[in-house]
């Protein structure tokens, strides 16, 4: 059980170009996710989290208008990175908790992006 | 958020037992303590949870003081799958418990 799902696993774009990122909890209902980035051999940073039904709050220094997070369900998020650029190039990864205020959370396998 | 000081890195020979410390000094009286082991290119995969003395599961051990200000994660007779990066996090159990994440401990098990 507790299983988390992400799609693309991989994905290459070009500079300028949107592209989205799905995460969803197969089997529970998550009411809040988590986004992560992670850049090689760094550790895993916190963009933002996203309860569902309403806006995600992001960590400082992250910008909230070219990483949209939309959470319309309890068992999807997406992540648009806009516009990309080569230096979003990165480990794309979520996590979702099963309730408001658990401290459990779920990981998916995370998404490789490539901004050429 | 209390943090978390572990080893950079960590070497260890295929069969033999091995501890990972994390020290966690600011540590809160909510906080949980929790241990995530990843491999390249996934996400994070929990191991352990503890919050005082010794939790054990079929993977790995957690040995938690009385001060509960460091904690020591066992890996029991490694192999070498078992390479990977180890995370200590202490988790407020409040809401929509934000993770942060040190920089870990990288475990390189050989033959």
């Known amino acids: 059980g507790a299983v988390v799902s992400q799609h693309p696993s991989r994905v290459i774009c070009k500079s300028g170009t949107s592209v989205k990122i799905e995460c969803r909890s197969l089997?529970?209902?998550?009411?809040?996710m988590f986004w992560y980035r992670q850049f090689p051999k760094k550790s895993l940073m916190l963009m933002a989290t996203?309860?569902?039904?309403?806006?995600?709050?992001?960590e400082q220094g992250v910008e909230k208008d070219k990483f949209l997070i939309n959470h319309a369900s309890l068992t999807l998020s997406t992540l648009t990175v806009t516009s990309a650029h080569p230096e979003d190039s990165s480990f794309y990864i979520c996590?979702?908790?099963?309730?408001?205020?658990?401290?459990?959370?779920?990981f998916g396998p995370g998404t490789r992006l490539t901004v050429t | 958020l209390a943090k978390t000081t572990q080893p950079i890195s960590m070497d260890s020979y295929e069969g033999q037992e091995v501890n990972i410390t994390c020290s966690h000094n600011?540590?809160?009286?909510?906080?949980?303590i929790t241990w995530y082991q990843q491999f390249p290119s996934q996400g994070p995969r929990f191991i352990i949870q503890?919050?005082?003395t010794k939790v054990t599961n079929e993977v790995a051990s957690l040995f938690i003081p009385a001060d509960r200000k460091s904690s020591t994660l066992s890996l029991p007779r490694v192999s070498l799958s078992d390479t990977a990066v180890y995370y200590c996090?202490?988790?407020?159990?409040?809401?929509?418990?934000?993770?942060?994440f040190g920089t870990g401990t990288r475990l390189q098990v050989t033959l």
């Open positions: 996590s979702a908790s099963m309730r408001s205020g658990s401290y459990e959370q779920y």
């Open positions: 089997d529970f209902q998550a009411t809040t």
């Open positions: 996203s309860n569902e039904g309403s806006k995600a709050t992001y």
């Open positions: 600011n540590i809160a009286t909510n906080d949980y």
């Open positions: 503890g919050y005082k």
């Open positions: 996090l202490v988790v407020s159990t409040g809401t929509a418990s934000k993770l942060t």
